[in-house]
């Protein structure tokens, strides 16, 4: 188990921690201490059977346990503290926490109240506790906030770029999984709080390089699908692709790698049903990758042979669009132009069977990224929505075209990117 594994067993929205940048700044990982853990079971047992009691658990943690100096309701100061005219009423947290001369912003509401869920409150302004620490940080100029039923703890972060990322800390969860709640206790701690900054924004711009490391293999994986569409438009003796343009077929190999990228992202956001016997063992590209990679070293003959694989992902495409009320496999229709089957006929030519090598190849791109010389899993949790549009906005910048001549790839370093064989020769 390494050591920052928790990242994986919370939910997050976008970055705010990085693995890498948070072993560099906790490089023995996190430690719990028994005592404190007792104490803190036993004030949340307390607070599990009151009727509210909320504010009093917060106040625990972050006074006793995490040793902020807490500003409470009449004493915030008012640079805390936003008017909002189009809704005439103002905006407040219910305690700041201090540490040296940093701030953090703490939104409490009822034990029943869900986080991101409008409250049914007085006043105006409709909205879900979330949001409303989304509002706060960007009238009041601040990095972090954390939003709290007692049960839930959402850490905010407003990057300095202006976007928001959260991470969700359930008490519940973390009493199970004690590496959760030493990372809670680790981080949010009045000592760290004042490098949480700079943990985040150094984060951020590590995950702008994964980001564009995995934009340079995704192309690489639209590159192979192209191939693998030249090879199959060989074999039938052009009869596949006569009837599309260039543009037609970048378009085709663009969404087929976009809709697994998304399907990834979903599968790991829990959006599909990871996790569920009959979908991981019937269509899950998560479970179809370990089994291809079993396949490649177990039968590496029927690895280059078979073509199940492939069309496990286009049954999988189909089911997000039509969707499925299977008992066993409920999943809605979502429609959308993406994963239309009539807009990408190619795909589902009888002609066009992709072998389960094939189909491995472009998938491993897609999950697997090399880090000095070291494999590593690509997580698409900490990869937002944003970050795959930009993805696709540098694919649009290539197209397709077909040579009448052997082209020659050169070395990685040159700025061209293929060079016709003649004009090599010409130069000898």
Same mark, same amino acid.
Request: net charge neutral; proline share 3%.
């Given at each position: 188990?390494?050591?920052?594994?928790?990242?994986?067993?919370?939910?997050?929205?976008?970055?705010?921690?990085?693995?890498?940048?948070?072993?560099? +700044?906790?490089?023995?990982?996190?430690?719990?201490?028994?005592?404190?853990?007792?104490? !803190?079971?036993?004030?949340?047992?307390?607070?599990?059977?009151?009727?509210?009691?909320?504010? *009093? $658990?917060?106040?625990?943690?972050?006074?006793?346990?995490?040793?902020?100096?807490?500003?409470?309701?009449?004493?915030?100061?008012?640079?805390?503290?936003?008017?909002?005219?189009?809704?005439?009423?103002?905006?407040?947290?219910?305690?700041?926490?201090?540490?040296?001369?940093?701030?953090?912003?703490?939104?409490?509401?009822?034990?029943?109240?869900?986080?991101?869920?409008?409250?049914?409150?007085?006043?105006?302004?409709?909205? #879900?506790?979330?949001?409303?620490?989304?509002?706060?940080?960007? *009238?009041?100029?601040?990095?972090?906030?954390?939003?709290?039923?007692?049960?839930?703890?959402?850490?905010?972060?407003? @990057?300095?770029?202006?976007?928001?990322?959260?991470?969700? $800390?359930?008490?519940?969860?973390?009493?199970?999984?004690?590496?959760?709640?030493?990372?809670?206790?680790?981080?949010?701690? @009045?000592?760290?709080?004042?490098?949480?900054?700079?943990?985040?924004?150094?984060?951020?711009?590590?995950?702008?390089?994964?980001?564009?490391?995995?934009?340079?293999?995704?192309?690489? @994986?639209?590159?192979?699908?192209?191939?693998?569409?030249?090879?199959?438009?060989?074999?039938?003796? %052009?009869?596949?692709?006569?009837?599309?343009?260039?543009? *037609?077929? +970048?378009?085709?190999?663009?969404?087929?790698?976009?809709?697994?990228? $998304?399907?990834?992202?979903?599968?790991?956001?829990?959006?599909?049903?990871?996790?569920?016997?009959?979908?991981?063992?019937?269509?899950?590209?998560?479970?179809?990758?370990?089994?291809?990679?079993?396949?490649?070293?177990?039968?590496?003959?029927?690895?280059?042979?078979?073509?199940?694989?492939?069309?496990?992902?286009?049954?999988?495409?189909?089911?997000? +669009?039509?969707?499925?009320?299977?008992?066993?496999? %409920?999943?809605?229709?979502?429609?959308?132009?993406?994963?239309?089957?009539?807009?990408?006929?190619?795909?589902?030519?009888?002609?066009?069977?992709?072998?389960?090598?094939?189909?491995?190849?472009?998938?491993?791109?897609?999950?697997?990224?090399?880090?000095?010389?070291?494999?590593?899993?690509?997580? +698409?949790?900490?990869?937002?929505? *944003?970050?795959?549009?930009?993805?696709?906005?540098?694919?649009?910048?290539?197209?397709?075209?077909?040579?009448?001549?052997?082209? !020659?790839?050169?070395?990685?370093? #040159?700025?061209?990117?293929?060079?016709?064989?003649?004009?090599?020769?010409?130069?000898?």
């Amino acid at each position: 188990m390494y050591k920052h594994e928790w990242l994986n067993l919370v939910e997050q929205n976008g970055v705010i921690f990085s693995e890498s940048v948070l072993n560099d +700044y906790f490089k023995e990982g996190f430690s719990l201490n028994q005592k404190v853990l007792k104490r !803190i079971k036993t004030k949340f047992e307390k607070f599990n059977l009151s009727r509210d009691g909320v504010r *009093e $658990f917060c106040d625990f943690l972050f006074e006793n346990i995490l040793w902020y100096e807490l500003y409470k309701e009449n004493n915030i100061p008012k640079k805390f503290i936003c008017y909002l005219d189009e809704f005439m009423q103002e905006l407040k947290p219910h305690r700041v926490a201090k540490s040296n001369e940093k701030h953090l912003l703490i939104y409490i509401t009822k034990k029943s109240q869900n986080l991101k869920r409008n409250e049914q409150i007085d006043g105006k302004l409709k909205a #879900s506790p979330l949001a409303k620490m989304k509002r706060l940080l960007n *009238e009041t100029h601040k990095n972090f906030g954390i939003v709290t039923n007692g049960y839930e703890f959402i850490l905010v972060y407003k @990057a300095i770029e202006g976007g928001f990322s959260y991470i969700v $800390f359930d008490m519940n969860l973390m009493l199970y999984e004690f590496q959760i709640l030493s990372a809670f206790l680790n981080l949010l701690n @009045a000592k760290n709080f004042n490098n949480l900054l700079e943990i985040a924004i150094k984060s951020y711009e590590n995950q702008l390089e994964i980001t564009d490391k995995l934009g340079e293999q995704v192309r690489r @994986a639209v590159e192979r699908f192209i191939w693998a569409i030249d090879k199959y438009n060989n074999l039938s003796n %052009n009869e596949l692709l006569k009837n599309y343009s260039n543009e *037609e077929i +970048y378009e085709t190999a663009i969404s087929a790698i976009i809709k697994m990228i $998304f399907i990834l992202y979903a599968e790991e956001r829990r959006l599909l049903p990871l996790g569920e016997h009959f979908y991981d063992t019937s269509y899950s590209l998560h479970t179809l990758i370990k089994e291809l990679a079993k396949e490649k070293k177990e039968n590496p003959e029927n690895f280059k042979q078979n073509k199940d694989a492939f069309q496990r992902i286009l049954a999988l495409f189909n089911i997000l +669009y039509h969707g499925s009320n299977h008992p066993d496999l %409920n999943i809605p229709e979502y429609s959308g132009e993406l994963f239309n089957p009539t807009k990408y006929k190619l795909l589902y030519d009888e002609k066009f069977e992709l072998t389960n090598e094939e189909i491995y190849e472009c998938l491993k791109l897609l999950v697997q990224r090399e880090e000095n010389g070291v494999s590593k899993a690509i997580s +698409y949790k900490s990869i937002g929505v *944003e970050h795959i549009g930009y993805i696709y906005e540098g694919l649009l910048d290539y197209t397709v075209n077909r040579s009448k001549e052997v082209l !020659i790839k050169p070395l990685p370093k #040159s700025n061209e990117t293929v060079i016709p064989l003649s004009e090599i020769e010409g130069k000898n």
